[in-house]
């Protein structure tokens, strides 16, 4: 595809500032890490899925923070904001469905206070890092999921199908910007 609509447009709108801007936080248990808490997506955006915590950073707020208030909504879990670590950075690109496309800021944390609870939104579980349920999760999870468990910095740009839910482009550099919190 070519032109301002095309793939290559999209890949310089992770750059830009452009596009609306999101949070996914993993809290791993053990370590190495052994479990990794991941929620049951019962409404909204990726509804069915199972995916990280988190959700829209709101006007005002730093991605840190809306990572902490998302976290605390979902599951009942507080944080401190210096026991999140920045550890990446992921952008979906939805070429169909550009409404979808977004910048995600990931944190992981191994500190927290209190044990996930069900609510609204998600229904949270424990999940073994060997034995993680890619199958209900999105695609572009198999790409960068382990790689921040294993401690890696990343940052990943999925460009998605048609379907806008087959992931046909990938690129995943090292990601280094501490700053970004
Ligand atoms: P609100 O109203 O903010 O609760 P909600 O429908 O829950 O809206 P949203 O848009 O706030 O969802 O947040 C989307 C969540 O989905 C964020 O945590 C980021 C995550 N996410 C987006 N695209 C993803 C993808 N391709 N793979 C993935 N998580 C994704 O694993």
């Known amino acids: 595809m070519v032109g301002s609509s095309g793939p290559d447009h999209d890949l310089r709108a992770c750059a830009s500032g ?5 949070t996914l936080c993993l809290l791993v248990r053990g370590n190495p890490p052994g479990h990794v808490l991941l929620g049951y997506k019962k409404e ?5 899925k199972i995916t990280g915590f988190g959700g829209k950073v709101e006007p005002g707020e730093t991605p840190v923070a809306a990572a902490v208030r998302e976290l605390e909504e979902e599951t009942g879990i507080t944080v401190a904001l210096e026991d999140l670590l920045a550890v990446g950075q992921l952008c979906f690109l939805f070429p169909s469905r550009p409404a979808w496309s977004q910048l995600v800021h990931v944190f992981l944390s191994t500190g ?5 609870q069900e609510g609204r939104e998600m229904r949270p579980a424990w999940y073994a890092v060997d034995r993680l349920p890619y199958e209900q999760m999105w695609q572009d999870s198999l790409y960068w999921l382990p790689r921040f468990i294993a401690g890696e910095r990343i940052r990943g740009r999925f460009v998605f199908d048609r379907d806008n839910e087959t992931v046909v482009d990938v690129t995943i550099d090292a990601w280094d910007d501490v700053n970004e919190r």
């Open 112 to 116: 927290w206070m209190g044990v996930p």
């Open 18 to 22: 452009s596009l609306r801007e999101a």
């Open 44 to 48: 909204g955006f990726g509804a069915g």
